[in-house]
């Protein structure tokens, strides 16, 4: 009996060998650092706002950045959900129509939003969190009727809702809620006056203290090609 004893606590005495994986380096990411001002005075309005509207071209990292933190608020608990949801509206000639679920059908125009969760977060752990529900990809055609509570809501291309679209997706808030509106007003699809737009004029003509961070052609991150791009459509009005 003495002899087991003793062979038990030099078993509990022994190092525990920790061994990091490459998940544990993906839930201990340093926080986003900015590249430019305005870039730290998006995530700084974040910080402070239930409610953020970022404007400006691509490539300046508004989808990132709302990603990267929304994937943060969800990593840290400090939220229930991400709900992110953006209008369906091709850029160019469609492909027709998607096959599947509305959820499936959606996925392809939420990916940069989706791909930037994933980077922050890992595969599995993303993976993870759609299949529980703590990620939720919302068609416009099913939010009537829906509350958003204690989540994070993300809508992306808010350039191309209507005007009744974007004041149903606003009166869908709830109670601790945080949402970020981007877009681009400058590359609309509609044509028809864009939901972005009449927005963007109630608040500034009404005050709201809702921040509206507008990115130049002078914080384009992405690439130095794509703000050559950017800036040769810009200034021949194409």
Request: charged share 30%; net charge positive.
């Amino acid at each position: 009996m003495k002899r087991r004893r003793t062979r038990l606590e030099l078993v509990e005495d022994r190092p525990v060998r920790l061994h990091r994986t490459r998940f544990d380096e993906e839930r201990n990411l340093g926080p986003i650092q900015p590249l430019t001002d305005r870039q730290a005075q998006y995530l700084e309005a974040l910080a402070l706002h239930k409610q953020v509207i970022v404007l400006g071209p691509a490539g300046t990292g508004k989808t990132f950045i709302a990603g990267t933190r929304a994937a943060d608020q969800l990593r840290q608990r400090r939220i229930g959900k991400v709900i992110i949801t953006r209008p369906n509206v091709p850029s160019g000639r469609s492909l027709g129509y998607f096959p599947g679920t509305l959820e499936e059908k959606i996925a392809p125009w939420v990916a940069p939003l989706t791909e930037a969760m994933k980077e922050r977060m890992g595969a599995a752990a993303f993976d993870i969190a759609m299949k529980t529900g703590d990620i939720e990809v919302v068609p416009f055609e099913v939010m009537r009727g829906r509350t958003f509570k204690n989540c994070l809501v993300i809508l992306d291309e808010a350039q191309n809702t209507t005007t009744a679209e974007i004041k149903m997706f606003l009166t869908r808030i709830g109670d601790d809620c945080q949402v970020i509106i981007n877009g681009d007003v400058s590359q609309t699809d509609l044509r028809e006056t864009s939901g972005l737009r009449t927005v963007i004029h109630l608040v500034k003509s009404r005050m709201m203290p809702i921040p509206v961070v507008e990115f130049t052609l002078d914080d384009i991150v992405r690439s130095g090609i794509c703000a050559d791009w950017v800036r040769a459509f810009e200034e021949t009005n194409l």
